[in-house]
């Protein structure tokens, strides 16, 4: 019986152990793309930090959420297809790299619109939780 008070501990302990930094971030930017599946661009926001910008200034917090609704807006269902994820940490900063394929349109069996980006993205560590600091993105296709 003793071993079983042992196993128990150990259960505890690995649950009491936090997630690492880079498993956070993987888990914001699947969360980002969730709620841009579905269509709640509000939702994908509460990653970004108040003091985001976009494409070396060119958008701003308000500006990245407005580009949200307009595609929420414009398109009866969005698709988000994510490569693989690099996260490269250092402290309470990471940059990440992704492509995403991005797709849109009425919600029939093929979407009507679509396009491949390379996203990097710069994060920092806000009130323990990982925000989305900056972001530059370039179509692709």
């Known amino acids: 019986m003793r071993w079983l008070g042992v196993i128990a501990a150990a259960v505890a302990l690995a649950a009491c152990r936090h997630t690492p930094d880079e498993q956070r971030i993987r888990e914001a930017v699947a969360a980002m793309r969730t709620a841009v599946e579905a269509r709640d661009p509000r939702g994908f926001m509460q990653y970004v930090s108040t003091d985001f910008t ?6 701003d917090r308000d500006g990245l959420h407005n580009m ?3 595609e929420v807006l414009r398109n009866e269902s969005v698709g988000v297809t994510l ?25 029939g069996w093929l979407p009507e619109r679509g396009s491949i980006y390379s996203i990097t993205s710069g994060w ?16 692709k296709l």
């Open 54 to 59: 976009g494409n070396d200034g060119q958008v």
């Open 124 to 139: 920092k560590r806000e009130k323990g939780d990982w925000q989305c600091l900056n972001a530059s993105w370039e179509r």
């Open 83 to 107: 490569g693989p994820i690099d996260v490269d940490l250092q402290g309470d900063r990471a940059t990440v790299h992704v492509t995403a394929t991005l797709t849109g349109g009425s919600g």
């Open 68 to 70: 949200l609704r307009a």
